[in-house]
């Protein structure tokens, strides 16, 4: 009896002793950092850590690399003597390494994206610039061929980055670089006069001349200019009332011949008040003056224009839109072409001058262009 | 004496048993690095990114696994053996999920492709149709301009699906069927312009 109880109490002794080291012995579980590492590596990769900060994230992987190692060596233990303190230390130095790193690459892609966007407005802006002088262009086919294709490219631009594609951005963006290019160079050919300064002198002089007459005369006088695309009408040497308005389809060219859509340029008077046109009311001017018809003649001389070509007239100021362009007249709004046609007698001089502007908007453009290409 | 002898030739045995049986997996290695090379070759790089940075980063491992066991005296590699065997199972089945994805990135390109025509012919269209007076001939000039320009790009859609950058030849399409939509709706306010002053 006393051997069976002894029995029983040895055997329910081994059971607690069992019990006891099992719990002990119970292996200790990784710590979560290793899985959260891991997962910060994959997060870190997929921001684009190798790209945008190359360096760092060699060196985050090779200590992630040495913190792994260090737990695998400690997983071979048996459970009892795993310690995984250090492989915790380790693991947090580098979570705190990758948050780190996490910080840098995010600074660093809002700075790419800045640099490409800000490169995209520059490009943007010279496309804007171009896109609207085209449409004031004899050669606008060919250049606005290229600015459409440069407005999808600038569509493709903003789909890269919000992506995060830069690489890809920047690539476009050399490709929309080389269309604005192409067009730029279409367009100077067009543009030249008014980037040359004796031009451009030359149509100031031409200018002040006839406000001086109309101070001189106590007259009236009309000056338009078309880069600016302005009337003014000036009384006694004063502008008194100024208009915006449209001007040919080649608007911004010189008028050499019929059918060229270009508005003439010179000095000009109203020969003829037309009440009721197609356009709404009309001041008629003498165009083709003597200056014209001797340039004309010289062309055809010269073999720029066929013998058959005609030098054509009908050249007014008149109504039905300042939007519209026009085969060469100037073209007002009909309230204002109303109150214009109110004011001006029959006789009235007609200045139809490039600019006046030695600093105008299109040699700040190309010159900017310059000034770009060179740095 | 004697047992001294056999149980030495018996140790000897067994250490030899333990290094002669764990000889470093080549051919697990260089199949696992074949089933990768097949992901990549398969256009992994594009359509499957994350899971191909996922099976390099597990091939890393267990090749750190294969080194750490090259170093000891008792080498064991059944745990690099089953790391291998999985990333070449992972990697198989990765190889397997392209095609799909190639052939959504191909369907989405080919449906903006479409589009970008539909909405390409239907500006020509109302442009053609786009009465040419003083006040528009202009604009229908600088218009038509744009459309060459537009097929252009459009031709391009399909030199991009033609190298298979379905990515790029989407977004390219996508921005064409803007900007042919943005030229189509030019187009109508021409037409209305046009309409109102003959009111």
């Known amino acids: 009896?006393?051997?069976?109880?002894?029995?029983?109490?040895?055997?329910?002794?081994?059971?607690?002793?069992?019990?006891?080291?099992?719990?002990?012995?119970?292996?200790?579980?990784?710590?979560?950092?290793?899985?959260?590492?891991?997962?910060?590596?994959?997060?870190?990769?997929?921001?684009?850590?190798?790209?945008?900060?190359?360096?760092?994230?060699?060196?985050?992987?090779?200590?992630?690399?040495?913190?792994?190692?260090?737990?695998?060596?400690?997983?071979?233990?048996?459970?009892?003597?795993?310690?995984?303190?250090?492989?915790r230390e380790q693991f947090r130095q580098v979570l705190e390494e990758g948050n780190s790193l996490k910080n840098l690459v995010e600074a660093r892609k809002a700075q790419a994206a800045g640099e490409i966007r800000s490169l995209k407005n520059s490009l943007y802006e010279r496309y804007r610039i171009f896109d609207s002088f085209s449409l004031e262009l004899t050669m606008r086919n060919f250049s606005r061929q290229h600015l459409a294709q440069a407005d999808v490219m600038f569509k493709e631009v903003d789909r890269l980055l919000e992506q995060g594609k830069y690489d890809q951005a920047r690539e476009k963006?050399?490709?929309?670089?080389?269309?604005?290019?192409?067009?730029?160079?279409?367009?100077?050919?067009?543009?030249?006069?008014?980037?040359?300064?004796?031009?451009?002198?030359?149509?100031?002089?031409?200018?002040?001349?006839?406000?001086?007459?109309?101070?001189?005369?106590?007259?009236?006088?009309?000056?338009?200019?078309?880069?600016?695309?302005?009337?003014t009408v000036y009384k006694d040497g004063k502008p008194i009332k100024t208009y915006e308005v449209g001007l040919g389809f080649n608007g911004l060219a010189d008028k050499l011949h019929a059918g060229d859509d270009a508005t003439p340029e010179g000095e000009y008077k109203v020969i003829r008040k037309i009440g009721s046109s197609k356009y709404a009311r009309a001041l008629l001017i003498?165009?083709?003056?003597?200056?014209?018809?001797?340039?004309?003649?010289?062309?055809?001389?010269?073999?720029?224009?066929?013998?058959?070509?005609?030098?054509?007239?009908?050249?007014?100021?008149?109504?039905?839109?300042?939007?519209?362009?026009?085969?060469?007249?100037?073209?007002?709004?009909?309230?204002?072409?109303?109150?214009?046609?109110?004011?001006?007698?029959?006789?009235?001089?007609?200045?139809?001058?490039?600019?006046?502007?030695?600093?105008?908007?299109?040699?700040?453009?190309?010159?900017?262009?310059?000034?770009?290409?060179t740095k | 004496m004697k047992n001294l002898m056999k149980l030495s030739v018996l140790g000897l045995l067994v250490v030899f048993l333990f290094t002669s049986c764990a000889k470093q997996p080549t051919q697990q290695i260089n199949d696992a690095k074949?089933?990768?090379?097949?992901?990549?070759?398969?256009?992994?790089?594009?359509?499957?990114?994350?899971?191909?940075?996922?099976?390099?980063?597990?091939?890393?491992?267990?090749?750190?696994?294969?080194?750490?066991?090259?170093?000891?005296?008792?080498?064991?590699?059944?745990?690099?053996?089953?790391?291998?065997?999985?990333?070449k199972a992972d990697a198989e089945a990765v190889k397997a999920l392209i095609p799909a994805r190639k052939e959504e990135a191909k369907k989405n390109a080919l449906n903006a492709q479409n589009e970008a025509k539909a909405a390409f012919e239907e500006a020509k269209a109302l442009l053609e149709k786009a009465p040419k007076g003083k006040g528009t001939k202009a604009d229908i000039e600088a218009m038509k301009a744009d459309l060459a320009g537009l097929e252009a790009q459009l031709n391009e859609v399909q030199a991009a699906?033609?190298?298979?950058?379905?990515?790029?030849?989407?977004?390219?399409?996508?921005?064409?069927?803007?900007?042919?939509?943005?030229?189509?709706?030019?187009?109508?306010?021409?037409?209305?312009?046009?309409?109102?002053?003959?009111?």
């Open chain 1, 1 to 87: 009896m006393k051997l069976k109880a002894v029995g029983a109490a040895l055997v329910l002794l081994s059971l607690f002793s069992l019990i006891f080291i099992g719990q002990s012995c119970q292996t200790p579980p990784a710590p979560p950092e290793v899985k959260e590492a891991l997962a910060q590596e994959q997060d870190l990769w997929r921001a684009g850590a190798s790209f945008f900060a190359p360096k760092e994230y060699e060196a985050y992987r090779q200590h992630l690399d040495e913190a792994r190692k260090f737990f695998n060596q400690e997983e071979l233990k048996i459970g009892y003597f795993r310690n995984y303190d250090k492989v």
């Open chain 1, 173 to 231: 963006l050399k490709a929309v670089e080389s269309l604005l290019n192409q067009a730029e160079n279409i367009l100077r050919r067009q543009l030249e006069r008014y980037m040359d300064p004796a031009q451009v002198a030359a149509w100031k002089k031409m200018a002040e001349r006839a406000v001086k007459r109309s101070e001189e005369t106590n007259s009236l006088l009309i000056l338009v200019s078309k880069l600016e695309r302005r009337l």
């Open chain 1, 286 to 373: 003498n165009y083709p003056n003597e200056e014209d018809v001797k340039k004309f003649n010289e062309a055809k001389k010269r073999g720029i224009i066929t013998e058959r070509t005609k030098i054509g007239g009908l050249i007014e100021i008149h109504g039905g839109g300042k939007d519209g362009l026009t085969q060469g007249c100037v073209a007002l709004d009909d309230d204002e072409m109303e109150e214009l046609f109110r004011m001006i007698p029959v006789g009235t001089p007609v200045v139809i001058v490039g600019t006046t502007d030695p600093n105008n908007k299109i040699i700040s453009v190309f010159k900017g262009e310059k000034k770009a290409e």
């Open chain 2, 34 to 87: 074949a089933a990768i090379s097949a992901v990549e070759a398969a256009g992994g790089n594009i359509y499957a990114k994350v899971e191909l940075k996922k099976l390099n980063d597990d091939f890393n491992a267990a090749m750190d696994e294969v080194n750490a066991q090259s170093k000891k005296l008792f080498k064991k590699y059944g745990k690099a053996k089953e790391m291998l065997a999985k990333v």
């Open chain 2, 161 to 199: 699906i033609d190298k298979e950058d379905y990515f790029g030849a989407k977004d390219k399409a996508v921005s064409i069927k803007e900007k042919a939509n943005a030229i189509a709706e030019q187009v109508k306010a021409a037409i209305e312009k046009v309409k109102g002053k003959k009111k």
